[in-house]
């Protein structure tokens, strides 16, 4: 069983930072970052495999950062140079199924059944 608690959401401006947090427990192939804009699809962002191999949605390339400290048991994600469109709600996710390393089935939903409860980041203009 994995279980995933996350913290650190909060309302930035534009241009700003935040770093979120998931204490993880239990096993997994893969941990995610998803995120749920207002009326629209929940899209995974960001993802780590336990081959240590990162993945990001073009969204957010070269502006979020994916981490895991395995000591701590926590995975990160440093959020730079926010825009407005970055606003939703954030999710952690984890993987226990082999088939999240499948290239082609990075940012799927259905490749994660363990979800954290969601943390809410604003970005004003």
């Known amino acids: 069983q994995v279980q995933l608690a996350e913290s650190g959401g909060g309302s930035v401006q534009t241009g700003g930072s935040l770093t979120l947090s998931c204490a993880v427990s239990?096993?997994?192939?893969?941990l995610g970052w998803f995120r749920q804009a207002p009326g629209k699809e929940r899209e995974g962002i960001a993802r780590?495999?336990?081959?240590?191999?990162?993945t990001y949605a073009d969204s957010v390339k070269g502006r979020f950062t994916i981490s895991l400290d395995n000591a701590k048991s926590t995975l990160y994600l440093q959020m730079n140079s926010l825009k407005p469109e970055d606003t939703g709600t954030y999710y952690c996710?984890?993987?226990?199924?082999?088939?999240?390393?499948?290239?082609?089935?990075?940012?799927?939903?259905?490749?994660?059944?363990?979800w954290g409860q969601g943390t809410q980041v604003t970005v004003s203009e």
């Open positions: 239990g096993q997994t192939y893969c």
């Open positions: 780590i495999d336990t081959n240590k191999r990162l």
């Open positions: 996710a984890a993987s226990s199924v082999w088939t999240c390393l499948v290239p082609s089935n990075a940012g799927r939903r259905d490749q994660y059944l363990y």
